[in-house]
């Protein structure tokens, strides 16, 4: 798959469709542990979520991911349900204790042939295969052995990549390095509410390092099996910081999350090094002459052909000291532990008057827009992709098992109008996927959490296409924006 910018001149259209520019991508995601299943079969061991979710009162209900949506048996049912949406391209991810059970040495044939067939069977229907390495289900015995916050685990993830880029490469032209390190190191590092449910926050930004210099090796073991046509990506949850008011204290709060949510990403991935302000609020947890080794920021900072962009919900934050607004938890979980090392006494605020979504995150199309634009004039010369983008809301199926989400519908509309707008103010966005392509396991909330624009029945495995899924499908073949409020189930 090689992204090419979309022509952005005016094209003809109907009075009641606002188009998108020609070569826009058209996509739907999902992760390996929340929709694969199989947790043990064909030679594949536990990944940390599978310990996490096995672990009781660590994820709602008790659920676990050993079934989940049972794409790993369907998977070829699921791809022609992508046909029949009319989805361009499908960014899914790779078990990496399917692949490497151990997380080192030789690569079991058995986990590799999973993701041969689904990549033939994509390609076969017409559908992009787009794949990430690594969606937060790290082999249970590298950590075991001390997982991210050790240096070793960033050159068995160099390894891993090799494995890939080898086995599919000739097959999958889009590659993502990592989903969301920032979930990764500080979710499961600092604050414990994802696996591996540790509440160190030293540990958390040792693992921010080596999640960075994984990143960073892989693009380079990955180029070296890779066709010169293919690109590669990382992807990333920024957040789009606002702080409460336009107090200095309030600037300064927005500042430090800025540093610990984004900057310690793009700065070394996009800029070769690591901003001072975080390293000076950071500095008492640790050491980062001695954490950060001669010759890593050229490592990681070696360039990305795409920049994959997830958003959700703007991160609006005050010092506790300014009182206003709606204090919440900073929306990943509820934790006597902040997952931000060095930023700890901040507040965080809902956006007031807007609508809400079931995980309580405000919807708000206006922070995509702000996001891609800040991005955009940051890195002027890095194509984005919108590689994560959704809600999730109480569907149930009415008496004749249809599902109507006109909450989504909205929340969809909204954002692909706010990327439209972005596009047209100069930001190079190739693309959007939709999160989530089907309902699946949504880490520590287990299955009370539906994104899917398909409703799965976990009891019978029976697939629904919403009406969001038959409203995104129009969209695509439009290739344009409905008039808002129009449901095209």
């Not at 919440?328 to 006494?345: C, F, M, Q, V």
């Not at 008057?353 to 991005?375: C, E, F, I, Q, S």
């Not at 569907?395 to 109008?417: F, K, N, Q, S, T």
């Not at 799965?456 to 129009?474: C, E, I, L, M, N």
């Amino acid at each position: 798959m090689t992204l090419v910018r979309p022509d952005t001149a005016p094209r003809q259209a109907s009075p009641a469709a606002t188009p998108f520019p020609a070569g826009f991508v058209w996509g739907a995601a999902t992760a390996a542990y929340q929709v694969e299943g199989a947790a043990a079969e064909n030679g594949r061991t536990p990944s940390i979520w599978d310990t996490f979710s096995h672990t009781p009162g660590k994820v709602l209900g008790g659920d676990t991911g050993d079934v989940a949506a049972d794409h790993f048996h369907r998977y070829r049912d699921d791809v022609a349900l992508m046909k029949r949406l009319g989805l361009k391209a499908y960014r899914f991810s790779v078990s990496w204790s399917r692949v490497q059970p151990t997380g080192r040495g030789p690569a079991v044939e058995r986990g590799l042939d999973f993701y041969r067939g689904l990549v033939d069977e994509l390609l076969e229907a017409g559908i992009t295969p787009v794949a990430t390495l690594y969606h937060w289900d790290l082999p249970q015995e590298l950590e075991d052995a001390g997982g991210w916050p050790e240096r070793a685990t960033a050159e068995r993830f160099a390894d891993y990549a090799a494995i890939m880029g080898r086995a599919l490469g000739d097959r999958v032209g889009l590659w993502t390095t990592l989903n969301e390190p920032w979930c990764t190191a500080f979710l499961g590092y600092a604050s414990g509410v994802h696996a591996p449910g540790r509440t160190e926050p030293a540990a958390a930004l040792r693992a921010a390092h080596h999640l960075n210099l994984a990143h960073g090796r892989a693009i380079e073991a990955l180029r070296g099996h890779l066709p010169a046509a293919a690109q590669t990506s990382v992807t990333l949850n920024l957040h789009q910081v606002r702080p409460l008011t336009g107090s200095e204290a309030d600037a300064d709060a927005a500042r430090r999350i800025d540093a610990v949510g984004n900057r310690i990403f793009t700065g070394p991935m996009l800029r070769g090094a690591y901003p001072a302000d975080l390293l000076a609020d950071t500095e008492r947890l640790v050491d980062w002459s001695a954490l950060v080794h001669d010759g890593d920021l050229a490592e990681i900072s070696r360039p990305v052909d795409v920049l994959g962009v997830n958003y959700y919900t703007p991160t609006i934050v005050s010092t506790p000291s300014s009182g206003a607004g709606d204090t919440r938890d900073d929306g990943h979980g509820n934790s006597d532990h902040s997952p931000w090392p060095g930023s700890e006494h901040v507040a965080f605020h809902l956006a007031e008057g807007k609508p809400r979504t079931a995980m309580n995150w405000a919807v708000d199309p206006d922070g995509l827009h702000a996001l891609l634009m800040d991005v955009s004039r940051e890195h002027p010369d890095l194509p984005l992709m919108v590689t994560e983008n959704g809600a999730a809301f109480d569907d149930v199926p009415d008496a004749d098992g249809r599902v109507h989400d006109p909450e989504r519908i909205a929340y969809l509309h909204g954002h692909l109008a706010a990327v439209q707008r972005a596009v047209q103010d100069g930001a190079d966005v190739r693309g959007y996927f939709l999160w989530s392509l089907m309902d699946n396991f949504e880490w520590s909330y287990g299955y009370s959490k539906r994104f899917g624009a398909v409703y799965v029945d976990y009891g019978t495995q029976r697939r629904t296409p919403k009406a969001s899924a038959h409203w995104y499908s129009d969209v695509i073949a439009r290739h344009a924006l409905p008039p808002a409020g129009e449901d095209a189930s």
